[in-house]
């Protein structure tokens, strides 16, 4: 068993834990609660991902967490280092503005990846979540003020229980 299949069955445990899991495996919220990634359906990997993909990504790893609950802040920063332009919002209005996608196989490096809302934290209940996909099935997000690496299928899982997670490009500007 990998690593983040363990972190997927604490995550479910967990669930189960506050009555969040119904039988079927959805969340009470109709959510998937375990995802899988299909065949065919393969994000896009780093060697893959443009020169300007890869800028965004070390651009995200080079901005430091700009305190507690800022996460779309975060992500805002990042990709403002690129020259792009600024993009204003909270994960909320991202996600509506810019994230229509949910096939993985349509998940590229730099996207942003966004839910409106999930339980984990009252500025989460209200303003939702971002992160910015990093290629090789990880995310990279700000939480708890400090800027981690996730493994993807660990981050749908956990911040998809209330909200369908959804991707795109921030701004609207499609770095591929």
């Not at 069955?9 to 995802?35: C, F, P, S």
């Amino acid at each position: 068993m990998t690593d983040t299949e363990k972190q997927q069955n604490a995550l479910q445990d967990e669930l189960r834990r506050r009555g969040m899991l119904r039988k079927d495996g959805r969340t009470i919220y109709g959510q998937v609660a375990r995802h899988v990634i299909d065949p065919g359906h393969e994000p896009e990997g780093r060697m893959e991902a443009t020169a300007l993909q890869r800028r965004l990504i070390a651009c995200a790893h080079a901005t430091p967490s700009p305190g507690r609950g800022l996460c779309a802040s975060w992500v805002e920063q990042a990709f403002s280092r690129l020259g792009l332009g600024v993009v204003r919002g909270d994960a909320r209005h991202i996600r509506s503005m810019y994230c229509r996608r949910t096939d993985l196989a349509e998940l590229k490096v730099g996207m942003v990846m966004a839910v409106s809302s999930h339980p984990w934290a009252q500025e989460g209940r209200v303003h939702g979540h971002v992160g910015l996909y990093a290629g090789d099935r990880e995310v990279l997000d700000c939480a708890n003020n400090e800027v981690r690496r996730v493994p993807l299928l660990l981050w749908l899982d956990t911040y998809g229980v209330v909200d369908e997670v959804r991707w795109g490009w921030l701004g609207g500007i499609p770095l591929a």
